[in-house]
């Protein structure tokens, strides 16, 4: 399942395919480029130019929850694995 509480995983390929989001496996599949990163930017584009300028970091972003609808903020812990981008999404404190 890949969450625990407010965390969970989230894993993008080169392609800003996801590959692992926890929660939501029915995302598994799809462009990451089609979840909004709250300011009208393209979540997979952010996270991989971000990845690109530093391998391992952090990202804070703007999420829109699917199961409430609702905008949170959030800060993605990453790290770039071989062909992926990994990390945990957890609440802005």
Request: charged letters at 15%; a negative charge.
């Amino acid at each position: 399942p890949f969450n625990s509480g407010n965390l969970f995983m989230l894993c993008i390929d080169a392609s800003h395919n996801i590959t692992a989001l926890g929660g939501q496996p029915l995302y598994v599949g799809l462009s990451a480029d089609k979840l909004s990163d709250g300011v009208g930017g393209y979540f997979g584009q952010l996270l991989w130019d971000a990845t690109t300028a530093e391998p391992k970091g952090s990202l804070p972003f703007q999420w829109t929850d699917p199961n409430t609808n609702q905008q949170e903020s959030k800060i993605l812990v990453y790290q770039k694995l071989s062909q992926d981008v990994c990390g945990v999404v957890a609440d802005q404190p």
